[in-house]
C-alpha cells in the first residue's frame, strides 16, 4: 500500500519570507503584443480570430486593448490558431516543462505536493515513533524546510517527483539491497583472493534442488526444501 507518512505540525513561516525578490530580466507578459503576434501569424482579424474561437469580439478587442485581461485556456485556444503554445520560461529562455503526470501517489491516489520532494519512504523516515503503528510508505516527503534543505543538499533540487517503478515496495528494495550487500561481498573476497590477501574456498558443488530458489525470497537466511541434501550456507 502506498501510503504516507504522517507529519507533525510545523511553524510555516511568512510567505513573504519565502519569495524572492522580483527579477527585473523577467519581464511582465505582453497580453495586447501577444494577440497582436497571434493574429499575424494567423493572417486573421480580430472578428474573424473571435469566431475562430467562439468568443466575442468584444473580448478579443479589449484584451488587445489592454482593458482586460483573458484567461489561460482562452489563450491557449488564440495561440493554436496561429499554430503556437503557451509555454513557460527561465531567465535564460529555456522552457520549464509540466510536471509529470505520471509520479507517485500516496495510499489515497493523490498527488503529493508540488513544492515538496518526493521519496522513498524507507530512506531517513522509518524512524519516528509512528513506525510501530502504521505500515511503512512506499513513498513520503518532508514537511520540514530544514529536512528539505539537507536533502537537497545532498542531492540538488529535483526536477520533478519519482515515478513509479517495479521493486518500489520496501520489502523488494530491502531484498534489493540485501542482493547488491552479498554481491559486493563476494567481489571483495574474489578481490582478496586474486591479490593473495586469502586463500581461495575449498571447491565445492552446490546440490540444492530447484524447489529451494523457489522457496527463498534471499530476504533472510537461506532457505532450503526439507529434502534438500546439500543445505548450504545453513550453519
Not at 545532498?154 to 517495479?166: M, S
Not at 531484498?175 to 554481491?183: D, E, K, M, S
Not at 590477501?197 to 526439507?226: G, I, Q, R, S
Request: proline share 8%; aromatic share 4%.
Amino acid at each position: 500500500m502506498h501510503t504516507c507518512a504522517a507529519a507533525p505540525q510545523i511553524a510555516v513561516p511568512p510567505v513573504d519570507a519565502l519569495l524572492s525578490p522580483h527579477d527585473p530580466g523577467m519581464s511582465d507578459f505582453d497580453l495586447p503584443g501577444a494577440l497582436r503576434r497571434i493574429r499575424r501569424r494567423a493572417d486573421l482579424s480580430q472578428r474573424q480570430l473571435a469566431q475562430a474561437c467562439g468568443v466575442s469580439h468584444s473580448a478579443i478587442a479589449q484584451a488587445e486593448s489592454g482593458r482586460r485581461g483573458l484567461t489561460v485556456e482562452l489563450l491557449s485556444r488564440l495561440a493554436a490558431v496561429a499554430g503556437l503554445r503557451l509555454a513557460l520560461l527561465d531567465a535564460t529562455g529555456d522552457e520549464a516543462r509540466p510536471m509529470t503526470a505520471d509520479s507517485v501517489r500516496d495510499g489515497a491516489n493523490r498527488r503529493f505536493p508540488a513544492h515538496l520532494d518526493t521519496r522513498y519512504g524507507d530512506e531517513d523516515w522509518w524512524h519516528t515513533e509512528h513506525r510501530h503503528a502504521r505500515d511503512q510508505p512506499w513513498y513520503t516527503f518532508d514537511r520540514s524546510r530544514r529536512a528539505r534543505d539537507r536533502w537537497r543538499g545532498r542531492t540538488d533540487v529535483p526536477d520533478d517527483h519519482l515515478r513509479p517503478q517495479p521493486g518500489d515496495s520496501p520489502a523488494e528494495r530491502a531484498a534489493a539491497r540485501q542482493r547488491a550487500a552479498r554481491r559486493r561481498r563476494q567481489e571483495e573476497r574474489q578481490r582478496r583472493v586474486a591479490a593473495g590477501e586469502v586463500p581461495p574456498a575449498p571447491a565445492f558443488t552446490c546440490t540444492c534442488p530447484a524447489v529451494c530458489d523457489e522457496l527463498d525470497d534471499w530476504t533472510a537466511k537461506p532457505v532450503h526444501a526439507d529434502e534438500c541434501p546439500c543445505r548450504c550456507d545453513v550453519g
